[in-house]
């Protein structure tokens, strides 16, 4: 099993950049398939981003493609996403999760290992 640890989530103003960080113990973070969720304030969580064991293949949300970028360093068992130009729409609890490829990766139910997540609010 793996266990994940977010960090990064702050309070920050509209068009800043920001970079969340999902960090892997136990087994190795190459293991697994890895993706970004995120839920708003009273809203159901929203696939954000996913990437692919070896970093082949990523794919990203709409509401997010070409600001965000997700990337790992299976060396250091650490997940990225990078956030730029930043919306108030973009405010949310981020969530890192791992698990074994599925076509349906844009849905959390099909995610079996998730982090605790990271509070991301930006400003207008």
């Known amino acids: 099993q793996v266990h994940l640890v977010e960090s990064g989530g702050r309070l920050v103003q509209a068009g800043e950049s920001l970079r969340l960080s999902c960090i892997a113990s136990g087994r190795a973070l190459s293991y697994y398939e890895m993706a970004w969720f995120r839920q708003p304030p009273g809203k159901e969580r929203e696939f954000v981003a996913r990437?692919?064991?070896?970093?082949?293949?990523?794919d990203y949300a709409d509401s997010v493609k070409g600001r965000f970028t997700i990337s790992r360093d299976n060396a250091e068992n650490t997940l990225y996403l990078q956030m730029n130009s930043l919306k108030p729409e973009d405010t949310a609890v981020y969530s890192c999760?791992?698990?074994?490829?599925?076509?349906?990766?844009?849905?959390?139910?099909?995610?079996?290992?998730w982090g605790q997540g990271t509070q991301v609010t930006v400003s207008s």
């Open positions: 990437i692919s064991r070896l970093d082949t293949r990523t």
């Open positions: 999760a791992a698990d074994s490829y599925r076509s349906t990766y844009y849905q959390p139910g099909s995610w079996n290992y």
